[in-house]
């Protein structure tokens, strides 16, 4: 197999995808085992992207399917093999990030006071404030139209041995949960289009790539988290919200705080949603004993010990 190799960056966009019979014909022909997924939650059979199996080879092919994807537009993420039900492909349906969170935040929040919900550690939704993350939904950190797809940064190396990958034929990474009818966030009728609607925004406005997608779990990856810094506290705030707006389980389910999980998002490079948060709860702790390590290593007379 004549492999190109993990590419460090890359520009997410195919204009023009190949279909989903020239990715499984690559797949016999390079010898790895695959199946096809079908969508089966409605009276309609859409053949919309394929799994392949654990190979020793699984690293070259992602690597390898990232470099052609600007040319080919197959988009390979990890998957667990949980997704066995999906709803029909909806990518015409895909919007912007301005009609989802109109159309969701107040909805959401008028729910939660309906059943005496309270968190007081959640910002005041005054007129200010909704205005503020209005504004917020165009606001971009990205400075360049490449994103980071180092090896390092997508991929998990103790895990290869067991990884399947979900390949699916789309013009960017964000539609994969539009195309294949992904129905992950079906408890707050989202449809794949709603989901990809936030992260072709996220895309677009963080360097999001989408690495990880499971029955009702996924993993985004920040192309630069240092850019994170180029946002005010307020804009955090709003970017949170963006988050709770999006997957309100994130709070709602786990153990972390408003203000804690604002830590968290900007400074890890990992977006996990619909999973257990305490993965994000790690990246706190990880970034301040980062900052504390650094603190301590300015300081001459002290040696910093792990």
């Given amino acids: 197999m004549d492999f190109q190799p993990w590419p460090?960056?890359?520009?997410?966009?195919?204009?023009?995808?190949?279909?989903?019979?020239?990715?499984?014909?690559?797949l016999t022909e390079w010898g790895f085992e695959h199946d096809i997924l079908v969508t089966n939650l409605t009276d309609n059979s859409y053949q919309v992207a394929a799994t392949?199996?654990?190979?020793?080879?699984i690293a070259s092919l992602w690597g390898h399917l990232i470099a052609t994807f600007p040319e080919l537009g197959f988009w390979p993420v990890h998957t667990?093999?949980?997704?066995?039900?999906?709803?029909?492909?909806?990518?015409d349906r895909i919007g912007t990030a301005e009609e989802f969170f109109a159309e969701n935040t107040m909805p959401l929040f008028e729910?939660?006071?309906?059943?005496?919900?309270e968190a007081p550690d959640f910002p005041e939704?005054?007129?200010?404030?909704?205005?503020?993350?209005?504004?917020?939904?165009?606001?971009?950190?990205?400075?360049?139209?490449?994103?980071?797809?180092?090896?390092?940064?997508?991929?998990?190396?103790?895990?290869?041995?067991?990884?399947?990958?979900?390949?699916?034929?789309?013009?960017?990474?964000?539609?994969?949960?539009a195309t294949i009818g992904w129905p992950g966030a079906i408890n707050y009728d989202y449809s794949g289009a709603s989901v990809s609607t936030v992260l072709r925004s996220w895309e677009d406005r963080f360097g999001a790539l989408l690495t990880s997608l499971?029955?009702?779990?996924?993993?985004?990856?920040i192309s630069n988290v240092a850019q994170l810094a180029m946002l005010t506290h307020d804009e955090l705030v709003n970017l949170t919200l963006e988050h709770y707006v999006f997957c309100p389980d994130s709070l709602?389910?786990?153990t972390l705080k408003f203000p804690c999980y604002l830590d968290a998002i900007s400074g890890s490079p990992l977006w996990p949603f619909w999973k257990l948060i305490q993965l994000l709860?790690?990246?706190?702790?990880?970034?301040?004993?980062?900052?504390r390590k650094n603190m301590l290593s300015n300081l001459s007379f002290l040696t910093y010990r792990d």
């Fill in 8 to 26: 460090n960056k890359i520009v997410p966009v195919c204009p023009n995808p190949h279909s989903l019979s020239e990715l499984t014909s690559l």
């Fill in 52 to 57: 392949v199996d654990p190979h020793p080879d």
């Fill in 80 to 91: 667990d093999g949980s997704l066995d039900e999906l709803f029909d492909p909806d990518p």
């Fill in 111 to 117: 729910n939660h006071w309906e059943q005496g919900w």
């Fill in 125 to 177: 939704l005054t007129p200010e404030r909704l205005q503020s993350f209005a504004d917020f939904h165009t606001r971009t950190i990205r400075t360049e139209p490449t994103i980071n797809t180092e090896k390092s940064h997508i991929v998990d190396d103790e895990n290869l041995d067991t990884t399947q990958l979900l390949i699916t034929p789309v013009p960017r990474p964000a539609d994969v949960p």
């Fill in 214 to 221: 499971n029955f009702a779990e996924m993993d985004l990856r």
């Fill in 252 to 254: 709602d389910q786990g």
């Fill in 281 to 291: 709860g790690k990246s706190i702790y990880d970034n301040r004993r980062k900052i």
